[in-house]
């Protein structure tokens, strides 16, 4: 037992604190906690399944949508060149509605105003696909939240929310992702829940899926009532994740168990 | 693992020792880190118990706890060994980490089994209920207590 339960267990109860946020240089995708395979799968476009859903966003990027009969070409060109860096600085801070928007949300935006469409549902096939193919833009690119004053009252929130124990398991976010993410919860590597591969094709899922679909896993998982999609307590949540983030690479679309 | 056994067992001697006063769960005394009768008056069953702990929906325990239990590649690690955990506690100190190890350690993860719950939003399905009831509690401590090989 002592071999197995090292420093970790020791630090959580003598210190009678939480360990904290994770030092920059322990920072790790969720990637390297993955068995071989599951990396191989997601290393090669030809296997990776996100791939499907960057192909479907690519084909909705060009084509015709609303009232206005406006794709997203029509007002962004090239998402090639257009989109490029865009999911690593989101969240960012929307002039409209006076406070922080993600990336599914500015899409719906541009959906509804600029197209004149219907709303598109959160966790659609329609708004994860455009998510996954825009996101899949920054692959490679650093997480670069901006240095936008106005996002620091979100990031704060969501740092709150990250470490505020939920739930009838009475859990923070951080007694996991922050204190004991070298663990094993079951049999699964609990990482530092890191957003760098979202939107995700998840093997439990067996689709794509967004940060917050898998923020809300969690949530259901040490029983409390997850926010709504679209929240803003969600949205505050991936702007934390993302300056928790900030510098590592984008990986979308990511492969997880 | 000296310093973890202090903290786990300093605060105990400074708690008061008393029922608690949540109207909807039965009471119970705490003695130093201890409760030493069975929570509604009648030891369990040490069967019921194994088979409660390997239940990962419900007991959960092995999420967190390996222990000579079966799957052991689905067993986290975030928890020490439960392996002869009854030659290490008396029946009466895993009754209290069962019902609530937060007495003895406030930071810890391992949730307080027979309490109210503590964190925010609980989903509604759970509100208002321990996640588990005595007898089940009872069951568990009947069976770890019978974990004597080391």
Not at chain 1, 8 to 22: C, D, M, Q, R, S
Not at chain 1, 95 to 124: F, N, V
Request: charged share 20%.
């Amino acid at each position: 037992m002592r071999a197995r339960w090292p420093a970790l267990g020791l630090a959580l109860l003598a210190g009678g604190v939480a360990a904290g946020e994770i030092g920059p240089s322990e920072r790790r995708s969720g990637r390297d906690f993955m068995s071989a395979e599951t990396r191989a799968m997601q290393a090669d476009d030809n296997s990776n399944p996100g791939m499907l859903w960057v192909l479907q966003g690519e084909q909705l990027w060009s084509d015709p949508a609303g009232s206005k009969n406006l794709s997203c070409a029509s007002c962004h060109g090239e998402a090639t060149e257009s989109m490029k860096g865009v999911a690593a600085r989101y969240p960012a801070f929307d002039d409209a509605s006076g406070k922080p928007i993600d990336l599914a949300g500015r899409i719906a935006r541009c959906r509804t105003e600029r197209q004149g469409a219907e709303i598109p549902a959160r966790e659609g096939d329609e708004l994860v696909a455009l998510t996954t193919y825009v996101a899949h833009q920054s692959r490679g690119l650093p997480v670069a939240p901006p240095a936008d004053e106005r996002l620091a009252p979100a990031r704060a929130e969501g740092r709150r929310l990250f470490e505020t124990r939920m739930g009838q398991l009475d859990l923070a976010c951080a007694s996991c992702h922050d204190d004991n993410w070298q663990g094993r919860l079951g049999g699964s590597a609990v990482t530092q829940a890191h957003p760098t591969g979202y939107p995700i094709y998840r093997l439990e899922w067996q689709a794509v899926g967004s940060l917050q679909r898998r923020m809300r896993g969690c949530m259901v998982g040490v029983r409390a009532e997850p926010f709504a999609y679209g929240s803003d307590a969600y949205v505050a949540l991936e702007a934390y994740l993302m300056s928790r983030a900030a510098g590592m690479a984008m990986e979308t679309p990511g492969v997880r168990p | 693992m000296g310093a973890a056994l202090l903290a786990l067992t300093a605060p105990a001697g400074a708690q008061p020792v008393g029922a608690t006063d949540v109207p909807t769960l039965i009471a119970y005394e705490v003695a130093g880190d201890a409760i030493t009768g069975p929570l509604g008056g009648t030891r369990g069953d040490a069967d019921r118990g194994a088979k409660l702990v390997a239940e990962r929906q419900k007991s959960l325990c092995v999420l967190c706890h390996s222990g000579p239990f079966p799957d052991p590649h689905l067993q986290g690690n975030l928890a020490p060994d439960l392996k002869g955990v009854g030659v290490r506690l008396s029946e009466g100190q895993i009754r209290l980490r069962v019902v609530d190890m937060k007495r003895l350690n406030p930071a810890s993860i391992m949730p307080a089994y027979y309490g109210l719950p503590a964190g925010e939003r609980v989903a509604a399905t759970w509100r208002g209920r321990p996640i588990l009831e005595p007898g089940e509690i009872e069951d568990i401590v009947a069976y770890l207590v019978t974990l004597k090989d080391e």
